[in-house]
């Protein structure tokens, strides 16, 4: 019983110390509760799901098409940026926003918000879009379809 008190001081401490840190103050806080990222996804205090791939920008962003399509998420723009693509979405009553970000030739970092309304972020959507596009690309299947 005496080490639960002492641990439940310890973690209080870190997070009081750490309070200007959201970030990291809710990793600690996730950490007990095993509800941390899962399959390299990392999640943003604002809702924003995160992962960077072994792949080329134009091979992410086919599969990236690929797994819209097949959760029947219809795409309202395909822009070209600066840092790489921006593609809007849009499902029943949610939007999507994607960034594709180009690191170098054979690395891209792929970030997805999905808003439901103006303040609720669908985190777990956000996610499946990640993992789904994640199983296209390590399983190499084919997404030479007309997509462009």
């Known amino acids: ?21 959201a970030a990291v103050a809710l990793t600690l806080l996730s950490a007990g509760a095993g509800v941390g990222a899962s399959a390299g996804i990392d999640y943003t205090v604002n809702g924003a799901a995160c992962r960077t791939f072994t792949a080329g920008h134009d091979q992410l962003r086919k599969a990236v098409l690929v797994t819209l399509r097949r959760m029947a998420i219809t795409v309202k723009a395909d822009d070209s940026t600066d840092e790489g693509r921006k593609i809007v979405a ?3 009553d949610r939007s999507v926003e994607i960034e594709l970000e180009r ?7 792929m970030r997805v ?3 439901q309304g103006f303040f609720f972020r669908d985190r777990a959507t956000a996610g499946e879009i990640i993992n789904k596009t994640g199983q296209i690309v390590e399983n190499g299947t084919k997404v030479t379809r007309n997509i462009d």
């Open 103 to 109: 690191l170098t030739t054979k690395a891209t970092r």
């Open 1 to 21: 019983m005496r080490r639960h008190a002492v641990r439940a001081v310890i973690a209080v401490a870190l997070l009081l110390s750490l309070q200007g840190c």
């Open 113 to 115: 918000v999905v808003k």
């Open 90 to 92: 849009e499902a029943i």
